[in-house]
Every structure is written in structure tokens, then in C-alpha cells.
T-cell receptor
Framework: DAGITQSPRHKVTETGTPVTLRCHQTENHRYMYWYRQDPGHGLRLIHYSYGVKDTDKGEVSDGYSVSRSKTEDFLLTLESATSSQTSVYFC????????????FGPGTRLLVL | DAKTTQPNSMESNEEEPVHLPCNHS???????IHWYRQLPSQGPEYVIH???SNVNNRMASLAIAEDRKSSTLILHRATLRDAAVYYC???????????FGTGTRLKVLA
């Protein structure tokens, strides 16, 4: 499982409140990713990181920010949550030595009321 | 980014082989073909990947057409635990971003 944990695993929040999701890895991988998955859709990339303090946007980055102050943690923040951000959020890492394959965390189920 | 096309759903009987097709007619020479699957209530997991030649691993086989415009994931003996959504993804060498489609939902019948 590449030592990936996500917290919290479930969260219910209200519209307009800030929310931070945490992804933690234990294997010192350089690349980390945040995706969201909605019913009827595959995963869509929100943001990714290619090193400490190095991040870039994915295809659905509006309304989200990320931070990576140390290798093992990649944080996803919803500054002001909206109902459209109700989703399942997956973190992933790219394992070095295995060409460009990603390993995913267990997911965080977020409900914005 | 090159796109893939997969059937929405397929069914298979338990212990029979399953062939999951994927079309990628706009594939470029540096695109790798990756397959992932997602079991219910879990994150996707890597299955197999290849560039030009057919590939085998403990989970599955990947058959790539000679023109690379299509590929087939082969599960040699489907089990109930193989029921999942299977994603075919193209990844350009040197890039690190997957584009997921909606995948194929495989149902395995006992």
C-alpha cells in the first residue's frame, strides 16, 4: 500500500467553512497527487506536487489549494467549501523505480451541506 | 492528452477468461498504456502497463495491437474478487499526470 494514509477518512462540513485534508506517506516519494472522484466519473486530478514546496495545478484545481512543507505530507485545502466539492478525495504517490505507476490512499469521503 | 475509449460494462462468469478492450487511436509513440482497477470503496490499484510488447504479470496480461491503437487487458481466470472498475490510461513518458476516463465496470457471475 506504499505507506499512504489519509485523514480524516470521513468528514461532514457546512458550506463556507474551510476544510483541510491530509495525505501522509512513509516512503519518501517525490511525487504526490490529489484527485477527486464523483459518481459516474473517473478520478480527476486536482493538484500535484513534485517536491517540497513544488506544486502544480491539475484539471479541476479551482477552489482548492495545496501545500507541501515536508516530503511526507501533502495537504489539500478547501478555503470555503461548497456543495459541489462533496466528493471522495484520493491521494496518490508515484513510487520511484517503478516507471510512472501510482499508488493510491484509501480515500476521504467529504460531504458539504 | 490522448484519450481512451472503453465499454461501460462487461460481465464474465467466474473462472473464465476476461478480455477488457481499450481503444486509443490517437496514441503517440511515447505514450505508455497503463491499466488500473478500482475495487468497491477503495482507491485505484495498479494492474499492468506496457509500451509496445505484450506484458504479463501475476495479476493479468496486456496485449497491445501492432499499431498500438488498441489494447486488451486479459484476466486469465476471473474470480469474484476481480469485480471492479478497470481503467485504461495513456501516460506520456516523462509526464506524471494520469487522465482517467470512466472505465469498464466488470461484473463477475458466480
Amino acid at each position: 500500500d506504499a505507506g499512504i494514509t489519509q485523514s480524516p477518512r470521513h468528514k461532514v462540513t457546512e458550506t463556507g467553512t474551510p476544510v483541510t485534508l491530509r495525505c501522509h506517506q512513509t516512503e519518501n516519494h517525490r511525487y504526490m497527487y490529489w484527485y477527486r472522484q464523483d459518481p459516474g466519473h473517473g478520478l480527476r486530478l486536482i493538484h500535484y506536487s513534485y517536491g517540497v514546496k513544488d506544486t502544480d495545478k491539475g484539471e479541476v484545481s479551482d477552489g482548492y489549494s495545496v501545500s507541501r512543507s515536508k516530503t511526507e505530507d501533502f495537504l489539500l485545502t478547501l478555503e470555503s467549501a461548497t456543495s459541489s466539492q462533496t466528493s471522495v478525495y484520493f491521494c496518490a504517490i508515484q513510487r520511484q523505480g517503478i516507471q510512472e505507476t501510482q499508488y493510491f490512499g484509501p480515500g476521504t469521503r467529504l460531504l458539504v451541506l | 492528452d490522448a484519450k481512451t475509449t472503453q465499454p461501460n460494462s462487461m460481465e464474465s462468469n467466474e473462472e473464465e477468461p476476461v478480455h477488457l478492450p481499450c481503444n486509443h487511436s490517437t496514441i503517440s509513440g511515447t505514450d505508455y498504456i497503463h491499466w488500473y482497477r478500482q475495487l468497491p470503496s477503495q482507491g485505484p490499484e495498479y494492474v499492468i502497463h506496457g509500451l509496445t510488447s505484450n506484458v504479463n504479470n501475476r495479476m493479468a496480461s496486456l496485449a497491445i495491437a501492432e499499431d498500438r491503437k488498441s489494447s486488451t487487458l486479459i484476466l486469465h481466470r476471473a474470480t469474484l474478487r476481480d469485480a471492479a472498475v478497470y481503467y485504461c490510461i495513456l501516460l506520456t513518458s516523462g509526464t506524471y499526470k494520469y487522465i482517467f476516463g470512466t472505465g469498464t465496470r466488470l461484473k463477475v457471475l458466480a
